[in-house]
């Protein structure tokens, strides 16, 4: 798979997400792939809870990007991408290419041997009236998985986003990615009016 269709991806994702926020909720991209705009409400989203996690960085990138490839392969998001491409990717989430990286707002979480988890937040539309924080990313490396690490980042995110003024949190999900729209159902995201 080409870096442009990798990158294609997340463009097509806000490009969804301004739609659904501002009509039906749901929307055909390209592929067939059915995806879904969901909103956090953070003024009544849960607390956050103690976890060692830290802000993500530039440095972070090869090791941000070995965690994509591993927690997406074998997903209903992934098309066999390399980790080149998987480097672009992260490299275009963090340079800003879909909308400001709010670095403050996004966290990772150091395991043996790379990182277990991370949460990534850019600012979409920022300066229009539909300006809202995008999780870009939430990934967590499979050996990891289901120990609560990506409910207790992005809930770090969410929690940093209030304290800068924020008051809802977006995102947009594959439909059928069950492990995902069970994780945001759970932590209170509601399908985008
Ligand atoms: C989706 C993903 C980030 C979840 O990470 P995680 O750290 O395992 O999530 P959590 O442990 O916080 O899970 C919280 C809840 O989400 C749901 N969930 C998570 N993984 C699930 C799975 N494989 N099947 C069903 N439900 C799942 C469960 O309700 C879970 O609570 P429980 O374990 O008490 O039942 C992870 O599976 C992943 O990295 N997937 C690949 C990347 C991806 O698809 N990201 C989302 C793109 S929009």
Redesign the pocket.
Known sequence: MSAERVGLRLTAWADELSTVSAGSGKSEPPKGRKRLGMVLDLVSAPGSTDLACRTAAHSDKEALAALMLD??RG?V?YDGESLEDALREIDHTLSGSYGRFLSGCSFVLDGEGGLS?ASLVVLLNEGRNDETPLLAF???RKR????????ALILRSAASLSQLGHSRFS?V??AD????R??YD?LGFKPAR
């Not at 990615?177 to 995902?180: I, K």
């Open positions: 927690a997406y997903t998001d988890a939430t990934m967590t990891d998985q289901r120990r609560g690490l990506a409910s995102l999900v594959t990615n069950v492990p995902a069970r994780l759970r």
